[in-house]
């Protein structure tokens, strides 16, 4: 990642000083500035402690250069230097470092959640599965097979309509639709189409198999249930 660091020099004070100036001879004419630097980067903001000084001539209008500057000057640097109140140093984020700290950790979190709560659903719809009673329903996830390759394949719902040893006994809705998000309407009433007989065992591990079926061979996957009230 490329981002821009700046340094940034405010001033903090000035100070006419009366020593002679080392350019054009002349007294009163010096003026020294102080500033502190300042380190930006686009998710934070530093305050250094970190003092420059620069020495100018009012005369010429130009800036001494620290190797031109006498003992006297350079004490007056000092002493100044000394007195100078300063900003608050430290380091400072902007809103863009937490955005930038804690937008992916929400995101992590987040999945996390998701994956948990999706993972407690599974495990809760599983547990009522096994659980499966007489009026129960269930959502299916089937597909037809014709000589062993698959014909169509979409979502319908079976009511539980009897349970005897290790067959289960389930009565298809009228519906079957391979549309994301199909409305089914529940209601006893619409479990109007053909009745199949499936293992108990297998149905108890999500799956339905129509057996004695030579017409139609299905395999199913049950994706939802829905316990009798
Ligand atoms: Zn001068």
Redesign the pocket.
Known sequence: MYYQVTDFYDPIGQKEISSK??????QN??ELHFYQKRIETPFSKKVSKKVTGVLV????ETE?SPVLWTNEIENYFNTEKSKLKLHSTGLKFNKWFYFILIVPTLLILGGIGYSMWEHNTYMNQSASIENSAVGDKVMVMQTFLEKNSTKSYGNTWYQIIGIDSDTIFLKQHADFSNEDGFDFDLEDKNFTGETIKASLPRFKERSVMGFDYTDMKFSGYITDIQKKE
């Open positions: 100036c080392p350019d054009c001879g002349s004419c010096l001539c009012r005369n010429t001494i």
